[in-house]
């Protein structure tokens, strides 16, 4: 007898091994979850809430999966729509779109607290760049789930070449934090107590918590050389005679010319290095060993004892998982990802599914313990096994919730008390997230708001190919040549180290004599120095990397350093440009470089510009100027979020929102407060969104011939998804309808300030 397709998902289910390696059906799946969840309901005694109608839905999915609330075009053409299938239909479009990579790009930022400045300033933004563009290709790929987790708990490299080191450059040099931070993410489970002393509360000890760390403990960022022969050149192979540096190796005593100590090479490389910092992971996992504390106080082991990497039997039977000829992070990896470890299929099913109901089946969501029941266990097995058949296709996942009756009914509107257990009779009722909030703004203020910013990628191209660059020339030196670049380097900072000398002698005797402009002179060349130096370094040691890795290039020789065609190409284009006849510097070819990629975006804001000109009929020239300051700010600020520094800065309206500070691992929230009411009422933000260029704008000005109700519905329809009711026409008639080029926007800005607005219902 022929099953049907439900009938088929159910017996597959009791067979694991069947399960996983058969692709689940989105409509049997979705029915079989909702089988789940009625079920529950229904031993409970609770009624499931009524179907959500088309407006309810068309901007409820637009927020949960493209992160911001559908144009008026968009919730139109959905609302006028007889197709039956439309909501299928509209859940596979957004799931395909670059909305989606924005909007989950914001939800994987929060948790993985991905930051512009991680580390060391400014210095690290390279590498965030990398990161960020690891995290957004693998989403708009649809990388499945346990490969994107291997690759960050096994990430090495540079950061031009692999941007998921972003995960360890985070904890710089801090692997005991980056394993808690690990095991809460993907395991689901809080062990950062256990760092100092066993877990008061949970099963955790202090052995399990290093025996863990073990694993990943030699994931070094590193800011030292790499090159191993440039190593040897300057540190030599550690011979114990020989004075030790701060980077843990030998001074090699090659010659060094009079006045130029050992310590000052040194202090010459940590100058030449300096601008490579924060870029570099190297994996040392099976030969930088873990040692318990000075401090360590349990019987089971003494004090600085070496830790061998192991999983705890706390955590898993397995033991010891490090196999002959396997680096330990790669193991654990492995282990960590394997559809045998229920824990970790169980945190992504469990964060899917609160992603769009609001909460989890589970709750905390990254505090699961021993003790811990789910809501309804019935249904976390089966999200756990549909999550394995799909092999963690998480769109696979996302759009058979997103199909469900479960998720497409009315909202859930009353609070859930902390303890209470939430049976999902629907979606609960949700403020937006700040960057949902933040993006709406931005699709009501400019079309096509899901385009990734091409600025954003342009700068971030720019910053890594600066790190490979100069990257790469410090690696095209000789040993001979890395030793004579650093020995000039050294007496460079010896010449600046008494030019500061003399001028703090002169301030000194300036304030003495109380000479105002000998001190401002005096301190200006004492803060110069770091000016100073910096070009040394370049001009020293990469120029003269640049041109080595130029001269291959002519030979026809540069494969044989680098086997990167891109990289090849551009040094092959910047060696045939001059200046004033001669070669150019690194900085002067990167300058090129930057100018070229920039061109193309000139060349597309010039094109925008002509034809909103055209559209708008802009020949004045204070039309003119009004229309470049609109797209000026549409493109350096009215950004999406995903595209803006991260976090973004004090102040700005994603942060009075509530935005993470990506410190800790979902660390946003969602309560009001008076400086977001004052932001709406008096911030740049609403002012700017009644500029006549903008969408909203351009809308109401249409609907605004047609007379006031239909700019009120415009609006409605623009914001909520759904037309005005008779009395909110009734209520907001009298303002539309003396409206004037001073006014028109309160009808606007009622609505925007309203509840409803900012709740996804």
Known sequence: MKLNPLCAVIASLATSALVAHAAPDLKATAAKIDELVNAKLAKEKIQPNKPASDEIFVRRVYLDVAGR??????????????????????????????GYVQNFYNYWADILRMKSQMVGGGQSLPAFYGYSKWLKDSLRENKPYDEMVREVVTADGKSYENGAIGFYIR????????????????????????????????????????????????????????????????????NAKNKKNRYGGAVTKFDLPQGIERKDVGRAMTEILRPLRYNTVLDQTDKKPLLLPHDYQYPDAKPKQKIEPVIPAAFSKDGKIVKEGVKPDASYASWMTSKDNPRFTTVIANRLWKKLMGQGIIEPVDEITDSTVPSNPQLMTFLEETMKAANYDMKAVLRAILNSQAYQREAYTKDVELGEVYNFPGPLLRRMSAEQIWDSMVALYKPSSDNPSIATKVDAEIALRRIEWLDRALNSLTPQQLQACTIAVAQKQKELAAEVRTAQETMDAAAKAKDEAAIRAARKAIQSQRKRIDEAVDAVVYDVGFKRFAELAREGKLDEFSKDEEFAKEVAAAIKLKKDGEDLSMDEALDILAKQRRAKLNQQAKARLEADAGRFAADEKNEKASLVAWENFRDTYMLRAADLRSPAPNGHFLREFGQSDRELVENSNDEAS????????????????MNRYTVIARAMDKARKEGSEAVIDTVYLSLLSRKATPEEKELLKPIADNADTTDRGDVLWTVLNTRQFFFIQ
């Open 69 to 98: 609330i559908p144009t008026l075009q968009e919730t139109s053409e959905f609302l006028k729509s007889s197709d039956a299938d439309k909501r299928e239909k509209l859940i596979d479009k957004l799931l395909a779109g670059d």
């Open 171 to 238: 904890d710089y040099n801090m692997p005991l934090d980056n394993m808690a931070v690990t095991t809460q993410i993907f395991l689901g489970t809080s062990m950062v107590c256990a760092q100092c002393h066993n877990h008061p509360f949970d099963k955790w000890t202090q052995m399990d918590y290093y025996q863990m760390a073990s694993h990943t403990y030699g994931m070094t960022a590193s800011n030292g050389i790499t090159n191993p022969l440039l190593a040897q050149a300057i540190y030599g192979g550690g």
């Open 674 to 689: 008076v400086s977001q009411a004052l932001m709406l009422l008096n911030g740049k933000v609403f002012s700017q969104l």
